[in-house]
Nanobody, 117 residues
Framework: QVQLVESGGGLVQPGGSLRLSCAAS????????MGWYRQAPGKQRDMVAT???????NYADSVKGRFTISRDNAKNTVYLQMNSLKPEDTAVYYC???????????WGQGTRVTVSS
């Protein structure tokens, strides 16, 4: 049974920083493509960043240059470092995993990020 648990969300002022963490269990983490998605109230869930087991990354245009996704395979954890935060970054952020062999996909419960002065 795969479980993903996000943490690190909270309230931050514009221009501030937050670091999100996602701890995975019950999965072969080295075979997983990990990603962060976000969903603002009344909006669809959109991709923020993804990272392969080999460290290849992809970012939404809206966060390029501000956010950095990384992973620690030894700790079964993926991170999202968010800098220069803007009010439009306000959303619930969800961790996602996809096994490259089985193609099975799982989601975490989400962590709230609010950017406001």
């Amino acid at each position: 049974q795969v479980q993903l648990v996000e943490s690190g969300g909270g309230l931050v002022q514009p221009g501030g920083s937050l670091r999100l963490s996602c701890a995975a269990s019950g999965s072969d983490f080295s075979r997983e493509v990990m990603g962060w998605y976000r969903q603002a109230p009344g909006k669809q869930r959109d991709m923020v960043a993804t990272i392969t087991s080999g460290g290849f990354t992809n970012y939404a245009d809206s966060v390029k240059g501000r956010f950095t996704i990384s992973r620690d395979n030894a700790k079964n954890t993926v991170y999202l470092q968010m800098n220069s935060l803007k009010p439009e970054d306000t959303a619930v952020y969800y961790c996602n995993t996809r096994n490259v062999i089985t193609k099975l996909t799982y989601w975490g419960q989400g962590t709230r990020v609010t950017v406001s002065s």
